[in-house]
Every structure is written in structure tokens, then in C-alpha cells.
């Protein structure tokens, strides 16, 4: 089955700077890629996506890269706030089936004011 | 995005008693919704799938007999825990997709409920 390891599992930044967060993933048949962001005590909310047949995407101050060949995707966060203060999980989803993603452990991201 | 909610938001019972939690996905039709438990500081861990009309997929070492799916209708799913003991306090969280597209492409994305904290005492 999928392996989806995450890192780092904590980040630590001041407002403003950028922050990065790394996924790779096993299988090479997975062809979706979520970001989830989860707030204390709340669901977690989509933020982004990528299929495999894009590299990137960028929403904003929110982008996705993708590279299939290596099997990791990355999530980048310009101009920090401290309101992205929250755990940030990536996931990986094969095409087909049930489409049952497999969720990374997770990234809890502080942004200092 | 689709918006998908829960209730209770959270609940305290009495351990033996049986808590029912809803899952409505409120601007679309939900085929397929998922159910995931979630410790703290951990990640989500899929319990079951449910589909409408049909029984619940259960995930290995989920006990089908103590956490019952009904999905009976294409909004709203439930999660039934039967004689909850403490060890089942957790935050339950629901996902529901997105009914697939014309031509019978389905549709990847899962959208999360806001999830229901339950503590069993």
C-alpha cells in the first residue's frame, strides 16, 4: 500500500518568512495530492491540490510542487502569517478505486508575530 | 468548496451508553462519505466508508460491531458507538466526495465535517 512520509512534523517562523513542508510517497500510481489545514479542535479544511500531471500550482500565497519522477510533493507559504499557525497534512491518492487517500503524520506550524 | 457538517460538535457520556453522531454534506449529494479518528497530536486514521444504499467498508481492526455506519440517504451519514468506554474517547471527523463527474469520472477531493469531540467517562 501507499507510504506518505511528512516533514518536519514541527516548524517554527517568524512572520514574513517563507515556510516549507515536505511529503514523498511510495506509490507510483497515486495521481492526486491534497493539502489539509487543521485548526485546534476543528476538521480539517482543503487548502490546495495537485494532479500529477501539473508540476505546480500556486493559489495566492499558497503553492504545491510536484515531482512524480522522485515521488515528493512540497507545500510552500510565502509572507507567513500568524494565523497559519495550524497542523498542516499532505496526502497522497491513487487514481481509481475508492480514491482513499493516505495522510502524512502531519506538520504543526507556528508563525512567531 | 462543498461544506459538510456534523453534530454533535462534542458530547460527554456515560461509559455503556451508545452516542450517535451525524455527518450531513449540506450542498451536495455524497455517494461515498468516509469516517476518521483522530488522537491528539496524531494523524487522521480511517475508520470506514461508507457508501449510500449499501453496508459500510470497515478498515482492518475496526470492530464493524461497535462503531455501526448508516448511510441512508445521499446527505447524511452515522456513526453509531455502541457501549462506549473511555478508550473511545477521541475526535471523530467525517469526510464526504463529491459525486463524479458526467462522462463517469469520479472526483478525488474529500471534504472534512468540523469533527465531534466525544469523551466517555
Known amino acids: 500500500g501507499e507510504n506518505v512520509e511528512q516533514h518536519p512534523s514541527t516548524l517554527s517562523v517568524q512572520e514574513g518568512d517563507s515556510a516549507v513542508i515536505k511529503c514523498t510517497y511510495s506509490d507510483s500510481a497515486s495521481n492526486y495530492f491534497p493539502w489539509y489545514k487543521q485548526e485546534l479542535g476543528k476538521g480539517p479544511q482543503l487548502i490546495i491540490d495537485i494532479r500529477s500531471n501539473v508540476g505546480e500550482k500556486k493559489d495566492q500565497r499558497i503553492a504545491v510542487t510536484l515531482n512524480k519522477t522522485a515521488k515528493h510533493f512540497s507545500l510552500h507559504i510565502t509572507e507567513t502569517q500568524p494565523e497559519d499557525s495550524a497542523v498542516y497534512f499532505c496526502?497522497?491518492?491513487?487514481?481509481?478505486?475508492?480514491?482513499?487517500?493516505?495522510f502524512g503524520r502531519g506538520t504543526s506550524l507556528i508563525v512567531h508575530p | 468548496g462543498a461544506v459538510v457538517s456534523q453534530h454533535p460538535s462534542r458530547v460527554i457520556c456515560k461509559s455503556g451508553t451508545s452516542v450517535k453522531i451525524e455527518c450531513r454534506s449540506l450542498?451536495?449529494?455524497?455517494?461515498?462519505m468516509f469516517w476518521y479518528r483522530q488522537f491528539p497530536k496524531q494523524s487522521l486514521m480511517l475508520m470506514a466508508t461508507s457508501n449510500e444504499g449499501s453496508k459500510a467498508t470497515y478498515e482492518q481492526g475496526v470492530e464493524k460491531d461497535k462503531f455501526l455506519i448508516n448511510h441512508a440517504s445521499l446527505t447524511l451519514s452515522t456513526l453509531t458507538v455502541t457501549s462506549a468506554h473511555p478508550e473511545d474517547s477521541s475526535f471523530y471527523i467525517c469526510s464526504a466526495r463529491e459525486p463524479g463527474l458526467a462522462g463517469g469520472q469520479s472526483r478525488e477531493t474529500q471534504y472534512f465535517g468540523p469533527g465531534t469531540r466525544l469523551l466517555v467517562l
Open positions: 450542498d451536495f449529494q455524497a455517494t461515498t
Open positions: 496526502a497522497a491518492s491513487p487514481s481509481g478505486g475508492s480514491y482513499i487517500p493516505t
